[in-house]
Structures are given as C-alpha cells and as structure tokens.
C-alpha cells in the first residue's frame, strides 16, 4: 500500500508541473521527460528482491508516477487541441476510456505473467496461495517488473510518433 501511495504522490505532483513544460517546450518532449522517469522508476523495480526495504520499492514507484504525470496531462491536452471545441469532449472521453482499457489489459497481462511464473516456480501443482514462500514469489514479481520495463520501452517507442506540437483550433 505505501509503494502505491508513493506513485500516486508523484503524478500529481509532476501533472500539474507538466502544464508549464509542455508550454514551453511542447508535448511530446514534456512526455518524452516522463518516460525517462518511468524507465528509471522500472530500472529501480528491477533491482529490488526480497532483501529490498518497503521505501526502495516506494521510491520506484514514485519515479514512476511523476513520470506518468509528466506523459498523462500532456498526452490528454495535445489530444483536445488538436480538435475543434465541438469534438474535445469525445476525444477526452476516447482517451480516458483507453487509458481505462489500457489499465485493465495491463493488470491482467501482469497477473498473468504473475500466474505463470508462480505455476513454474511449484512444478504445475496447485499451491497453497495464502502461505506461497518469498522463494517463488520473488522471482515471479521480478518477471512483473521485467514487463513494466519492457512496457516502458514501448512506451517511448509510442511517445515518439506524437507530434511536438499540434494545431490548435478555436
């Protein structure tokens, strides 16, 4: 729980900084600055293990949630300015429900690959999932954490076929 209220301590925080950046230096380098964030915050994921204390595993995640605010609120206004007035509601109402679908398939791909490892760590048995030992849940969450890497990467991959700046309409 404290590792999840670290990440939602950093959006908001880089959020309402990004307004100033991606004025100045436009949206998709605001949201390039957050994806950096986000691939340190996954690179620190990567080095915890089961000897990790709870405020290294914090840290990471509010790496990653000041770059998540950093791409989000720029990634929302880019796309309402790249409209008319008539259309910006459907097209903030497309983009929240995509960033909605997004987070459902992401935490259903991780529990996935959660699952699988945890299958592989007990032989194919069906284990107790109550009393589960640090010895398999501990590689299994490093595959999740391999993932969001990944993820990340991709996620830059994306941010660079945004335009830096779009038209803005009336």
Not at 39 to 47: K, R, S
Not at 90 to 113: K, Y
């Amino acid at each position: 729980g404290f590792a999840v209220a670290a990440m939602t301590i950093g959006w908001p925080i880089s959020a309402a900084i990004a307004g100033r950046f991606y004025l100045r230096i436009g949206f998709r380098d605001t949201a390039f600055i957050g994806s950096a964030f986000v691939v340190i915050g996954a690179a620190v994921l990567l080095l915890v293990n089961g000897d990790s204390s709870v405020l290294h595993l914090a840290g990471a995640c509010f790496l990653v949630g000041l770059g998540l605010g950093f791409i989000a609120s720029p990634i929302v206004v880019a796309a309402q300015s790249s409209v008319d007035w008539a259309t910006r509601g459907v097209v903030t109402g497309a983009a929240m429900f995509a960033r909605s679908v997004g987070s459902a398939v992401g935490i259903a791909l991780f529990g996935a690959i959660a699952n699988a490892a945890v299958a592989r760590q007990v032989g194919g048995k069906h284990p107790d999932l109550q009393h589960l030992s640090a010895q398999v849940l501990e590689p299994s969450i490093h595959e999740v954490y391999l993932g969001a890497g990944v993820a990340a990467i991709v996620m830059i991959g994306a941010i660079a076929l945004l335009p830096r700046r779009t038209a803005t309409f009336d």
